[in-house]
């Protein structure tokens, strides 16, 4: 499988990656393949250095693609009166809105009820406008807060129980997909030369007079290990940073990993034309708007089981809905819940080393000579993150090396997004498609997206929907062809979000698309039913633990399912 440009991840890619990393030495290796591991590769790429990442799964399959998708300020941050973090924030929210990712950027509206009539009125507001203030001096302008008496936020929320609300304010944020983000960040390093290998598990840090020179890794795919050489090894790896870390012996930065649980539900179960967010007893919970459906969430629980696989139990369940509950005129019922996802928050925990360098809710450390480690931080400022990261890494370089430069990188997809953005009715009717879908399909792919489409000239079946929020089976091939996705969970989990957008969770469809996929990766018909086999058996695993009272049963019930790599978490 040829590789047409050098941001295409695919097979060919991947093994010449390996390859290429195994001859010579690298500047900056990376370990970590979600957002903020993709966006050092892309950092270091544009300052001119030789840098690789290698993934153990698949890019985003931890907690970059189980976030909130949102791209926010951060506006809860306020009440803490932590100021530098939301302006930072709203920094790289103007920033991906205006030139990294406009056609993956949009806004969404929240309404916050209010209960009181005059203190929450005047709290609330000035916290709004304080938002409103400091994105004014960050890029493009999203609309502006407006109050509402409780008439005119029950127009745009009818769903909401009068009684739940004597008015409002109405404020905007930017809602993104998270995992596809993050492989458009680790395409676009590719693009700039960085060598990108998923399924590749590190099992040793390689050590030099001291120093970490590199690391020792497995191919998954081939089951053959190779040695990787780097001046520098750059630990990104969220929730398993410890990991890494004891593998050069001294620990570094520590972290707590924090459960977020999400509820997906079908658009017609609530009736508002607004997200909106409510108060808990201990913190907030989103009714966010997410294509036909909504995304409730989160809760934020200490977890210490399977990072790999975080398992919503019925408890989970149950809060979010409760608590979503308490506000709404028509309860919601477990029967519209379409799906659940768990995420593991980083959460740095402890006191930081010495070398550390604290910057808000991220920090990066020097544990021993030659290995950087990053932790904490949210999906928002990883571009920030990764900066930092790569700062590091180059300070006693033998060269001299630049600044980051990612704040004026646009990533694959943006690039003549202005005429792009309105090319939706054209494609729709040329290729015979709904119109919303071809939209929906602008908003996953930019100007990309006739490309994905033009795999349908040669193949017309490849126009077929495929459920969920209206995709395409183009898509599926393209994801394998030019995104790097390597199984059929890849396909089903993270390219396309039809695992937690249909109630079957993708069984129905899963024989389909990993037909779409296995010419394009050489399956046998043995590859392709196992693939298909090991797909249900997540599924089931899944819905029973959902159907679990507490974590640690949760955990026992989904564990009983491997990986579309075959990996059990250790």
Avoid at 15 to 27: H, K, Q, S, V, Y
Avoid at 43 to 53: C, E, K, P, Q, S
Avoid at 170 to 182: P, S, V
Avoid at 294 to 318: F, N, Q
Wanted: with cysteine.
């Amino acid at each position: 499988m040829a590789s047409p440009d050098p941001g295409s991840l695919n097979p060919t890619q991947r093994a010449a990656a390996l390859d290429a990393m195994a001859r010579t030495p690298l500047d900056i290796l990376i370990i970590g393949g979600g957002v903020t591991g993709a966006g050092c590769a892309l950092d270091a790429a544009t300052r001119g250095l030789r840098v690789g990442l290698v993934e153990q799964r698949d890019l985003a399959s931890g907690t970059s693609s189980r976030s909130s998708k949102l791209m926010h300020g951060g506006l809860r941050y306020l009440e803490a009166k932590d100021f530098a973090l939301v302006y930072e924030a709203l920094q790289e929210r103007g920033l991906h809105t205006n030139r990294i990712a406009p056609h993956m950027v949009r806004p969404i509206s929240f309404l916050i009820p209010l209960t009181g009539r005059i203190w929450q009125r005047l709290y609330y507001g000035a916290g709004v406008l304080l938002y409103d203030l400091m994105a004014l001096a960050r890029g493009k302008k999203f609309p502006v807060h407006r109050h509402l008496s409780r008439r005119k936020a029950l127009e745009l929320a009818p769903g909401l129980k009068r009684a739940s609300l004597i008015g409002g304010i109405l404020y905007h944020d930017a809602q993104i997909d998270d995992a596809r983000h993050t492989v458009a960040v680790a395409r676009t390093a590719a693009h700039h030369g960085a060598f990108i290998a998923t399924s590749t598990k590190v099992v040793d840090l390689l050590k030099q007079d001291g120093r970490i020179v590199g690391a020792r890794v497995l191919d998954i795919e081939s089951d053959t290990e190779y040695e990787l050489r780097a001046e520098r090894v750059v630990n990104a790896t969220g929730v398993w940073i410890d990991d890494i870390q004891h593998m050069a012996g001294p620990s570094g930065l520590s972290v707590q990993a924090a459960k977020g649980v999400h509820l997906v539900v079908d658009r017609t179960a609530i009736d508002s034309s607004t997200g909106v967010v409510l108060r808990t007893p201990t913190s907030v919970l989103f009714v966010i708007p997410w294509g036909d459906y909504w995304l409730l969430g989160t809760t934020d629980t200490k977890w210490h089981l399977d990072r790999a696989h975080p398992a919503a139990s019925s408890a989970d369940i149950d809060y979010l809905l409760a608590q979503a509950n308490t506000a709404l005129d028509q309860p919601l019922q477990r029967s519209d819940v379409v799906g659940v996802y768990a995420g593991l928050r980083p959460l740095i925990s402890g006191d930081a080393e010495e070398t550390a360098r604290l910057s808000r809710e991220h920090a990066v450390a020097q544990p021993v000579p030659g290995l950087i480690s990053i932790a904490g931080g949210k999906y928002t400022t990883y571009r920030i993150m990764a900066a930092d990261a790569i700062d590091m890494a180059v300070e006693d370089l033998t060269r001299s090396v630049g600044p980051s430069i990612t704040d004026r990188i646009e990533l694959i997809g943006a690039d003549d997004w202005g005429s792009v953005k309105d090319s939706g009715p054209a494609l729709a009717a040329h290729y015979g498609l709904p119109p919303v879908l071809v939209e929906r399909l602008l908003w996953r792919h930019g100007s990309e997206s006739a490309a994905v489409l033009a795999l349908a000239d040669d193949q017309p079946e490849l126009l077929e929907i495929l459920p969920g929020a209206g995709y395409i089976a183009a898509e599926a091939v393209y994801a394998v062809r030019h995104e790097g996705a390597l199984h059929l969970e890849d396909v089903l989990a993270r390219r396309l979000r039809i695992s937690i957008e249909t109630t079957d969770r993708g069984t129905e469809i899963a024989a389909r698309v990993a037909a779409l996929i296995a010419p394009e990766l050489g399956w046998s018909a043995s590859d392709l039913a196992s693939e298909v086999e090991r797909w249900h058996d997540r599924v089931d695993a899944e819905l029973g633990a959902n159907a679990t009272p507490d974590d640690e049963t949760a955990q026992s019930v989904r564990r009983v399912a491997v990986d579309g790599r075959g990996l059990v978490e250790a």
